[in-house]
């Protein structure tokens, strides 16, 4: 049996289920539907309603403050529009993420200090605070370098 490779839909998938488990409420998480197929009709429309290419595929709202988080398979690259959002957010202060698994967001989530079921960040955590942190700061550069050479 030929297996497939993990589609990027497979992976948004499992993360609406791992929110679902995970997080504690009044945290919301939501997915930015921007992808997929469209008429050109219902581009346009969207486009003219305020839609914006390039944004995160997940917006999660903790203490009031907005994360961003780009889902990506292990091979997916962002594109120029992707690119161009995530300098915006930058430099209005929203932190954001480009993940590949659910061990990349549960990092995600971790740096953010945002509690799950799975860990509280109020806890004694620090030492795992910074392991994520540098992790995250490290894997940013890396995709954003080697996105630049393309």
Known sequence: MIRRAPRE?????????YFAAVLIP?????????????LKTEAAILQRMGVKAGMPDWCILYESRAHFL???????????????????????????????????VRAAL??????T???DPNGDARASYEVAI????????????EQKDD
């Open 134 to 145: 540098a992790a995250l700061r490290e894997r940013h550069l890396a995709e954003l370098g």
């Open 117 to 119: 079921r799975e860990y």
């Open 26 to 38: 009044p945290t919301l998480a939501f997915h930015v539907p921007n992808g997929g197929y469209r």
């Open 110 to 115: 971790l740096a953010w200090r945002i509690p």
């Open 9 to 17: 839909t497979d992976l948004h998938i499992a993360v609406a289920d």
């Open 70 to 104: 780009e889902l990506k398979t292990a091979t997916g690259k962002l594109n120029a529009a992707q690119r161009e959002i995530l300098d915006r957010l930058t430099a209005c202060g929203c932190p954001w993420c480009i993940a590949r698994s659910i061990d990349g």
